[in-house]
């Protein structure tokens, strides 16, 4: 029998159709990660690997029983399938980086708001303009003499949040707390580009 044969018969379809299956969960999954009550924050990450990492176990399991079953034609496009899915995964950084993405996607827009806030025109509660209304939905933003903050995320009691802070000068070695929601303080982690720090 040959490659098109084996792959074609029930022993090689089944791994085929079973890596397919783990790759594309991850269209739903990173869907759920991305969408506002999560992304950015460590549940959204932890959503989009358990995901990846679930794709990879599906793929080499399809791998392993190709092997078992001797059905290299259906082994050969498993693996083929594995590093071709992940050259994709490891450039679509969107869903697994979110902060970085949001912040790329949005950059323009942050850098007017800087400009605004260096010409003195942005102080205490920022009205968030139009277009970063869906980095920020819920409005959360302020600028004091040291920070221009923008919240990417809060808990459902507004209780808890994460987001992204442009300081007028780096952190210091003792970093200084940033309220990043209503009853909650974070501290700059990484700068993410162009002065601002993801905050959490």
């Given at each position: 029998m040959?490659?098109?044969g084996k792959?074609?018969g029930?022993?090689?379809?089944l791994?085929?159709?079973?890596?397919c299956?783990?790759?594309?969960?991850?269209i739903p999954?990173?869907?759920l990660?991305?969408?506002?009550?999560?992304?950015?924050?460590?549940?959204?990450w932890?959503?989009?690997w358990?995901?990846?990492?679930?794709a990879?176990l599906v793929?080499?399991?399809?791998?392993?029983?190709?092997?078992?079953?001797r059905?290299w034609?259906?082994?050969?496009?498993?693996?083929?399938?594995?590093?071709?899915?992940?050259?994709?995964?490891?450039?679509?950084?969107?869903?697994?980086?979110?902060v970085?993405?949001?912040?790329?996607l949005?950059?323009?827009a942050?850098?007017d708001?800087?400009?605004?806030?260096?010409?003195?025109?942005?102080?205490?509660?920022?009205?968030?303009p139009?277009?970063?209304?869906?980095?920020?939905p819920s409005?959360?933003?302020?600028a004091?003499?040291?920070?221009?903050?923008?919240?990417l995320?809060?808990?459902w009691?507004?209780?808890?949040?994460?987001?992204?802070a442009?300081?007028?000068?780096?952190p210091?070695a003792?970093?200084?707390?940033?309220?990043?929601?209503?009853?909650?303080?974070?501290?700059?982690?990484?700068?993410v580009?162009?002065?601002?720090w993801?905050v959490?």
């Open positions: 040959d490659f098109r792959l074609a029930g022993r090689g379809l791994p085929v159709v079973l890596g299956a783990g790759w594309l969960l991850l999954a990173w869907w990660a991305e969408t506002p009550l999560i992304v950015g924050s460590l549940v959204g932890a959503i989009s358990a995901a990846v990492l679930f990879v793929s080499v399991a399809a791998v392993l029983i190709a092997g078992v079953r059905s034609g259906a082994a050969v496009v498993s693996v083929c399938l594995l590093a071709g899915a992940a050259i994709v995964v490891s450039q679509h950084d969107s869903q697994i980086y979110p970085d993405y949001r912040y790329r949005h950059r323009a942050l850098a708001l800087v400009q605004d806030y260096r010409a003195g025109r942005v102080d205490g509660d920022v009205s968030v139009a277009d970063l209304r869906s980095l920020c409005g959360f933003a302020y004091s003499s040291t920070v221009l903050f923008v919240q995320w809060q808990n009691r507004a209780e808890s949040g994460t987001g992204l442009y300081l007028a000068e780096p210091p003792e970093p200084t707390p940033i309220t990043t929601a209503s009853g909650d303080f974070g501290y700059a982690q990484r700068e580009g162009d002065g601002w993801w959490e």
